[in-house]
C-alpha cells in the first residue's frame, strides 16, 4: 500500500511479481496510487492492467476528483472502472471542490449537468466556486429555487451577479 501511496512503480512491480496481493483491503492500493497524482500514473496504469479489484472504486474515482487527478480520473474511466459510482456524483464533488477541468471532462463523457435537480451548481453555489458555476450554466445547467436560495444565503456578490445574469433576473 505504501508504494502505491508513493507512486514506486518499480517497487510496486517488485512486489506484484513476487506474489503481492492488489487486491488487499478491497484494492485500497488503487486509491492510495490515485491520490498521489502525477507520481501515481503509472501505477494506477499498472493495477488496472493487472486486474485490480474495483470494489473500492468508488473511492478512487471521487479521490481523483477531490485532489484534481484528472488523469486517474480519465485511467478509470477507459477502463471501465467509474461504473461502480454515478459519475454524476463525481461531478458535484468536482463542483464542490472547484475542478474545472474535470468539471468539462465530466461533461465530455456524458455525465447530466442537471443531475439530481442541477445538484452540482447548486453545491457549486454554496461553496462559491465562480468559475465551476460558469461552466455549468453554460453547460446548461438549470437555476432552480433551491440554487437562488443558496447563492442568497450563502453566495457573495459576484456569485450573485452570475446567477442573477443567467437566470435573466438582472
Known sequence: TMACAW????????LLENG???????GICLVHAVRSGAAGRAVVTA???R???????????L?????GNIVGLRQLVAFGGAF??????ALVSAAENDQPEIIIYL???GVDVNFDSSRALMVAVRACNIES???????GSFITQLTLRAALRNGTPDVIRVILRSANLS
Open 20 to 26: 503481492a496481493n492488489i487486491d488487499v483491503d478491497d
Open 63 to 67: 479521490d481523483s476528483v477531490k485532489y
Open 7 to 14: 507512486g514506486n512503480l518499480e517497487i510496486v512491480n517488485l
Open 107 to 109: 461533461l465530455s463523457v
Open 84 to 89: 461502480l459510482i454515478p459519475l454524476d456524483l
Open 51 to 61: 486486474h485490480i479489484s474495483l470494489t473500492w472504486n468508488y473511492r478512487a474515482v
Open 133 to 139: 458555476i460558469n461552466i455549468l450554466l453554460q453547460a
Open 47 to 49: 493495477l488496472l492492467l
